[in-house]
């Protein structure tokens, strides 16, 4: 049976260039260079796309012409928070987008038996709860990591926090709209489903064996 989620609050970002880097991080005889190239780029995808609605301010710029009124980006900003460790190989493609962006972690483990999360590790900048937080994780499984990053955040104020992963699985699409009625959630792939072992079907594996070279 299908499992079914709040698709108004999932973006795929299916982008002919996205769709055809995916495919070859699909690969298992992609390398490990390449594939954590292949993480940083489709992160920069999918911010471009997480960061479209951000608020924007009125500035005066004199360019070699004239002066004139052009648009900055307002506010406090950008957070942007991987859950560790795969989460670390979409950070750089975030602040490719916004080098200025403050970055936080938190590390999360999965039970292999329970697959449940367990919190090991978590370092937010001081202000926070005045920022844009985009949680990033390259897959988004059964969800469990991601609900507590979120509720995490939740917890220290954050009011405006996007999720973005490379590959989701419907149940965890699920998991995570049910939990937070407000998290916005960008991806660049909706697979079939887990399998037994809470892997997505078909995915790529194990993203943070892959990226960092532990396999």
Known sequence: MAVEYDA???????HPLVQHKLSILRNKDTGTNQFRKLVRELAYFGGYEAMRD???????????ICASTFKQLAGRKLAVVPILRAG????????????????????????EV???PHEYYCKMPKDIDQRTCL???????????AEMA????????????????????????????DRDPDVHIYTCAIDEC?????????GLGDAGDRIFGTL
Not at 54 to 64: A, M
Not at 88 to 111: N, Q, Y
Not at 135 to 145: C, F, I, Q, R, Y
């Open 8 to 14: 108004s609050r999932v973006t795929l970002v299916d």
């Open 54 to 64: 951000l608020p924007l301010e009125d500035v005066e710029v004199e360019t070699p």
């Open 88 to 111: 670390l190989g979409m950070v750089d493609g975030i602040l490719d987008l916004v080098p200025s962006a403050r970055v936080g972690h938190i590390g999360m483990e999965r039970d």
């Open 114 to 116: 329970t697959h449940e």
């Open 135 to 145: 949680v990033v994780d390259p897959m988004l499984a059964t969800g469990g990591s």
């Open 150 to 177: 979120v509720g995490y955040l939740r917890g220290r104020g954050v009011k405006d926090i996007r999720m973005l992963c490379i590959v989701a699985a419907p149940e965890g699409l699920k998991a995570l709209t």
């Open 194 to 202: 887990l399998n037994e072992d809470a892997y997505i079907v078909p």
